[in-house]
């Protein structure tokens, strides 16, 4: 009737130095793994592509408008004063309010210029928006600028960079 108790030196398993050992195993290789993928830089660097993008379609729709055109540039940007900069959006007013954000600032408040004629032209598809950085861009001041340099060339640039690459522009 009565039972043989059984001794603890029979029952298998882990000590606790064994346990204490694999948690900080896996701690240390965590923390390893999370410092070289750096999700922070991850980001950043994809906020900075989306910029590059549309920097980039920014500055070919001109160039594609300015081919069908003969030569001459649309209407919103012919009048633009030569070497200043304007903020691409839909405002009217305000276009310098975020100059704090912008490597290169817009030179008035009233600089401001509307590219919706490259959209209903389908050049463009919509008016690009910067992705949020140190501040909210929107369609009325999109975190894009552009310029009309006297040569005649067309400098389109992101007012915000996160990354280490220096300031995204592209000039035709």
Same mark, same amino acid.
């Given at each position: 009737m009565f039972r043989k108790i059984q001794s603890f030196r029979n029952i298998k398993g882990f000590t606790l130095?064994?346990?204490l050992m694999v948690i900080a195993i896996i701690s240390i290789l965590v923390s390893v793994i999370f410092? /070289?993928? !750096?999700?922070?830089? $991850?980001?950043k660097d994809s906020r900075d592509a989306k910029r590059w993008q549309e920097v980039l379609s920014i500055l070919n729709a001109v160039?594609? =408008?300015? #081919? =069908? !055109?003969g030569g001459f540039y649309v209407e919103a940007l012919s009048n633009l004063s030569p070497n200043r900069v304007y903020m691409v959006g839909t405002a009217t007013t305000g276009c310098d309010d975020k100059n704090a954000y912008c490597a290169t600032e817009v030179d008035g408040d009233t600089y401001c210029i509307d590219l919706s004629l490259l959209?209903?032209?389908?050049?463009?598809?919509k008016i690009p928006v /910067?992705?949020?950085? !140190?501040? #909210?861009?929107?369609?009325?001041?999109?975190?894009y600028t552009i310029e $009309? #340099?006297?040569s005649g060339n067309i400098s389109v640039r992101a007012c915000e960079v996160e990354g280490s690459g220096g300031e995204i522009s592209v000039t035709h």
């Open positions: 130095i064994e346990l410092t /070289a993928l !750096n999700p922070l830089k $991850r980001f160039i594609i =408008d300015q #081919i =069908d !055109n959209i209903s032209e389908n050049y463009l598809g /910067a992705p949020p950085g !140190n501040t #909210i861009w929107s369609t009325s001041i999109s975190g $009309r #340099i006297s």
